[in-house]
């Protein structure tokens, strides 16, 4: 398959392809309420898991409970292959608001509805997602959500542990508290704050995924991204993710779309060699106005 040549990377016990994909668009504007169109977000699920994916991130509060009931529909019984990543640590307003939910009876609810959702006994990986700051990570103990999420572990349902909107400083207080497999922060061209971060973790073995590798709600917008992709015959949105696939061996990519020809276009980034003279053209693109 077109997907393999990307590569794959030992994560959670497990080999996933290294380019996967993330259900967060599948829900309505805004992250919020119901798909657009019911029956394409299910198409586009069940055409990624035929492309060779092998690793799917979601949370239960996208909707919320909107993108975990399509999986389950879209993809159980699941492929032995597949790994279903989702997060806690959030709750949804009753005006879409992003909201703290770190009290131990709110992480144990958003473990059993991401359970109940997806139609499993055990959620393969739960990024606990810090909210000390909904637009970046800020510092902050991560120390008691943690230990509810690690109990939550020891009782059965959780199989291993993740961390998103971190700093390295709570990365490493989480360390000393449970095993960690996984880092969720956002990264891309524009956005490299975590440089540093990724190479250490990658010195460890523990996977980096960047979330909004295209830029999120405000899409990469460069000259050198836009001339790269025209000299290479592809996209500036399949450049983004071949610089990623390049930029470090953890670094695994979750782009998400609700379009079945934005789904095989990401996908197809896999197959685009960079050369060194456009690697130094995109490597000039740090610094410019982050999103």
Not at 1 to 6: P, R, V
Not at 22 to 45: I, N
Not at 71 to 98: C, F, H, M, N, Q
Request: hydrophobic share 45%; with cysteine; glycine share 8%.
């Amino acid at each position: 398959m077109m997907i393999d040549q990307a590569g794959t990377y030992s994560f959670a016990g497990r080999r996933v392809t290294r380019l996967g994909y993330g259900a967060m668009q599948l829900a309505g504007p805004g992250v919020f309420g119901p798909p657009r169109d019911r029956d394409a977000a299910l198409a586009v699920l069940r055409a990624a898991v035929a492309a060779g994916v092998t690793h799917i991130d979601t949370s239960d509060f996208y909707g919320p409970h909107v993108t975990n009931r399509l999986i389950r529909e879209a993809l159980s019984p699941y492929p032995d292959d597949l790994l279903i990543v989702t997060k806690i640590g959030a709750r949804r307003g009753d005006d879409a608001a992003w909201l703290p939910a770190f009290a131990p009876d709110e992480l144990a609810r958003a473990v059993e509805d991401n359970l109940t959702n997806l139609g499993l006994d055990t959620l393969d990986v739960v990024n606990l997602r810090l909210m000390f700051d909904v637009h970046g990570p800020a510092e902050g103990s991560l120390a008691a959500p943690l230990r509810t999420l690690a109990d939550l572990q020891r009782q059965g349902l959780v199989r291993h542990i993740g961390l998103s909107n971190v700093t390295p400083t709570q990365y490493e207080e989480a360390r000393g508290i449970a095993p960690i497999v996984c880092v969720q922060n956002q990264y891309n061209l524009a956005h490299r704050a975590d440089d540093s971060f990724i190479d250490a973790l990658a010195a460890e073995g523990v996977a980096y995924v960047p979330f909004f590798p295209l830029g999120g709600f405000s899409p990469l917008q460069s000259d050198d991204l836009s001339d790269v992709a025209a000299e290479l015959g592809g996209t500036p949105m399949q450049v983004a993710l071949a610089w990623l696939l390049r930029r470090s061996p953890n670094i695994l990519l979750i782009p998400g779309t609700a379009s079945l020809a934005h789904l095989h276009e990401n996908l197809a980034a896999a197959s685009l060699t960079l050369t060194e003279a456009a690697m130094t053209r995109l490597d000039a693109i740090d610094g410019a106005p982050q999103i």
